[in-house]
C-alpha cells in the first residue's frame, strides 16, 4: 500500500510500541444494502492497512438497526469482499454479539448516574437540543433517581413499553459545544425481530453508542471511518474514558474523506430506491455502482483495487472522475482479456470469388503466441459503419471500388452494393485477393484500414447491452434524483454476431470485441442465446482528462 497520512500514524505508533499484539482493523458495514464503489474504499484500505503491517482486519456487522435490515444484505456483503480479493478468516462479528454486553455497559453508565431514561417523544428531544448557537435544554426526567432508572430501563427490556415512549439517554452536558455531547440518546425501544437475535431484544443500542464498544471489544487499534464522524469521536472517547478503558490502549479513530465518483450515486438510500421502484433490473443491475453491479458489468476486482490505491487517501473531500476507475479497468483487461471479433450491426457481404470454408489462425492476444482458428467462407458480416458509399477522402475502411484488409485474414474489394427498393444499402459484393493472407505473396500489400467481421453461417448470435451512465449528464445539481435518470442507460441489441470460439464461454468471461470495446458474459447467457454486457469502450477519457489538466 502506497503511504498516506493513516499509515504515517501507524508507522509512528509501531515505533513507539504502542500496540505490542499488532495492528488491528476493521470493515463495519451495516447490513441494510449492497455494497457500493465507496464501500469498496473503506474495504481497501482497513483489509490494505492490516496486511501492508502485518496486522488483522475483522469484519463486523454494524446490524443495531434491525427495521432496514436483511441476511442478504449479510450474504452480499461477505461475496463481495471476498470477490475483491479480501478475507477475514475466522472474525466475522456482529453488533448483535456484544448486545448483552452492551446493555450491561448501560446499566452501568445508569447505575454511575451517567444515563436516564427519557419519556419524552423524539420531537421534543429534538427541540430540547438546541443549535449549534443556542445551548440545549436539559428534559424534565434528566434527574431521576438511579433506581427509577434502572427499573424503567429493565421494563423497556422486557417490552412494557410501545416503540418510541421511552429512551436511555447518556447524561453529559446540555450545553455542550459539541450537539453530539448533549445528552445522546444510546437505547431505543423497536418491537423489530432481528434478523440474528430474532425476538430476544426489543431495545436496540444506538450506532453512536454500539459502534466505539463494538471496536473497543474487538481490540482495534486504528478504527479508520469517514469524516462526518469527526464530530462523534468527543461522545465515543467520553464513552471509553467512563466505562474504564485504558486510554493507552484503545481504538484510535482516524477519519478520512469518502469516495464521491461523478455521474455515480453513492447513497445507499438512493440505490435501494433505484432498485425498489424498478428504475433497474437489480442490486447487481450492470449499471448500478455497486460492486455486484460491476462485478456483472465485468469490472475486475484487480481494477477496482488499483483505483482505490491511485485515489489514495485525503483529509478533505472531492470529487474524483468516473473515467479514472474506467481508465483502470481498461489497463486491466487490455492486458488480460482475449480478443475475439463481433459485428453488432451487421451488414452482409457476399465473397464472390469464395468457396467452401477455410480455418484462419488468429491470435488471442497480440502479446501472447497463443491462437484459435475462425472459419472464413463466401458470406460474411462486417460492420455496418464500416461502410460508406459516398465517403470522405479520409474514410479508410470499406467504399465502392475501395479495398479493406479484414483482420486476420484477405483484403477485399468492393465491386457492387446491392440496395433494397427504399435505397438501403442490404448487401455488398466483393472480391478477394487470394495472395493477400498472412504467408501470401501480397500478405504485405498495404490498404489503408482493417476491420473486423465474421462468417454468415459459422457465427453465434448474440444480445448485447451497451450502458451508459444512470444518471444524464446534462443532469442539474439540484434536480430530482429521479428526474434526472438517464432514459438512455441501457441500449439493448438483439441480433449482434460474434465468432464461433466463444461458444459455452462461461458468465463473466471478458473479451475485447475487436475494435469496438470490451465485453463480459452476463448471467443470463446460455446455450440457446449469449448476452453480452458492455463493460467500457476502448477510448480511454482518462488519458485525456490528464493530458488537458
Ligand atoms: P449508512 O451508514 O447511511 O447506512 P454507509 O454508506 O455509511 O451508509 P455503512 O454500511 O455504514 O454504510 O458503511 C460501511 C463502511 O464504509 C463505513 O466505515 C463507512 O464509513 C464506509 N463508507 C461508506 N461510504 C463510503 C464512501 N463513499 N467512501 C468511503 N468509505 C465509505
Ligand atoms: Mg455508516
Known sequence: MASNFIQNIIDDDLKNGKY?????????PEPNGYLHIGHAKSVCLNFGLAQANHGLCNLRFDDTNPTREDVEYVDSIQEDIKWLGFDWDDRRYYASDYFQRLFDYAVELIKRGLAYVDDSSADQIRQMRGTLTEAGVESPFRNRPVEENLDLFNRMKAGEFADGARV??????????????????????????????????????????????????????????????????????WLLDVLGFDPNNRPRQIEFARLD???????????????????????????????????????????????????????????????MLEHEVRDDLNRNADRVMAVLNPLKVVLTNVEGVEQLTAENHPEREDTRMIPFAREIFIEREDFMEDAPKKFFRLKPGGEVRLKHAYIIRCDDVIKDDAGNVVE?????????????????????????????????????????????????ADEDFIASLNPESMIVIENALIEPSVKGAAPLTRYQFLRTGYFVVDYDSSEEKLVFNRIVGLKDTWSKVQSKG
Open 20 to 28: 505490542p499484539n499488532g495492528i488491528h482493523t476493521r470493515f463495519p
Open 168 to 237: 436511555l439517554r447518556a447524561k453529559i452536558d446540555m450545553s455542550s459545544p459539541n450537539i453530539n455531547m448533549r445528552d445522546p440518546v444510546i437505547y431505543r425501544i423497536a418491537h423489530v425481530r432481528h434478523h440474528r437475535t430474532g425476538d430476544a431484544w426489543c431495545i436496540y443500542p444506538m450506532y453512536d453508542f454500539a459502534h466505539p464498544l463494538s471496536d473497543a471489544i474487538e481490540h482495534i487499534t486504528h478504527s479508520v471511518c469517514t469524516l462526518e464522524f469527526e464530530d462523534h469521536r468527543p461522545f465515543y472517547d
Open 261 to 323: 465518483l461523478t455521474n455515480t450515486i453513492t447513497s445507499k438510500r438512493k440505490l435501494r430506491q433505484l432498485v425498489e421502484e424498478g428504475h433497474v433490473r437489480g442490486w447487481d443491475d450492470p449499471r448500478m455502482p455497486t460492486l455486484s453491479g460491476l462485478r456483472r458489468r465485468g469490472f475486475t476486482p484487480t481494477a477496482i483495487r488499483n483505483f482505490c490505491e491511485e485515489i489514495g487517501v485525503a483529509k478533505a473531500n472531492s470529487m474524483v472522475d468516473i473515467a
Open 428 to 476: 455488398l459484393h466483393c472480391t478477394i485477393d487470394p495472395d493477400s493472407k498472412s504467408g501470401g505473396a501480397t500478405a504485405n500489400r498495404k490498404v489503408k484500414g482493417t476491420i473486423h467481421w465474421v462468417a454468415a453461417d459459422y457465427a453465434l448470435r448474440a444480445e448485447v447491452r451497451l450502458y451508459d451512465y444512470l444518471i444524464r449528464p446534462d443532469a442539474g
